[in-house]
């Protein structure tokens, strides 16, 4: 199975922009990255994916390597609801069905 | 509206006891999903369903039986409880390729067996 590597934690200020690495260095060539987060007592909320080029959204940008081994999310203003586990996972093809595996994410504390 | 919806919110019950958690999703997905986070907050897929029919099941132990109705539910029953099944399980949905498709999860069930 293709994995992810994630710093077990991070700090950020509040209205600081926020880089979260994310190392996955055996994707393959169909596998999109996904980022996911999870705010206390609730369930996932997707973030943002890509495959090759450098995603933007409401939420986020994520910024994939050229290689494609990493890829990093960035929130641009950190806010005390950001405070949160971000996990960054790639989609995995078993025959014709694809399926998201979550490894332990990164948890992100803002600090006000 | 509530886009995922999962009943009951918490549950907690004895050892053997058989009890079953409800999902349904208002997205018009044709996918459902099941997954289990435990203490160490891993979250495991368990069952994937794609318009009533079973896609995925991740070596889950029998005594766990999803069942779909329609596309719109999917329910989680457990037989003979365990200690171990302690945990907060989540329902998604999505369209039918992740890939592409966002999963929306359910706000989960915390099960605890006493």
């Known amino acids: 199975d293709a994995k992810t590597t994630q710093p077990n934690s991070m700090e950020s200020n509040e209205e600081e922009p926020v880089h979260l690495p994310c190392n996955h260095s055996t994707i393959s060539g169909t596998d999109y990255i996904h980022w996911y987060r999870q705010l206390p007592s609730q369930g996932p909320e997707y973030v943002i994916h890509g495959l090759t080029s450098n995603v933007n959204n409401r939420m986020a940008s994520l910024a994939i390597a050229e290689d494609r081994k990493s890829s990093t999310l960035i929130l641009h203003r950190a806010t005390l609801r950001d405070a949160a586990v971000y996990y960054c996972?790639?989609?995995?093809?078993?025959?014709?069905?694809?399926?998201?595996?979550f490894g332990k994410g990164t948890l992100l504390t803002v600090n006000p | 509206d509530t886009a995922v919806s999962q009943t009951p919110k918490y549950l907690v019950t004895q050892m053997g006891n058989d009890k079953s958690i409800k999902c349904e999703q208002n997205?018009?997905?044709?996918?459902m999903y099941w997954y289990k986070q435990d203490s160490k907050k891993f979250l495991k897929i368990m069952f994937s369903?794609?318009?009533?029919?079973?896609?995925i099941n991740e070596t889950v132990p029998n005594r766990f039986s999803p069942k779909s109705p329609d596309k719109a539910h999917l329910n989680l029953h457990i037989n003979s409880l365990e200690l171990g099944d302690s945990a907060v399980y989540f329902c998604?949905?999505?369209?039918?390729?992740?890939?592409?498709?966002?999963?929306?999860f359910g706000n989960g069930t915390r099960l605890t067996v006493t």
């Open positions: 998604a949905s999505s369209q039918p390729v992740p890939i592409n498709s966002p999963l929306h």
């Open positions: 997205l018009g997905h044709d996918t």
């Open positions: 996972i790639l989609s995995q093809r078993g025959g014709s069905n694809y399926k998201l595996t």
């Open positions: 369903y794609n318009n009533k029919e079973l896609i």
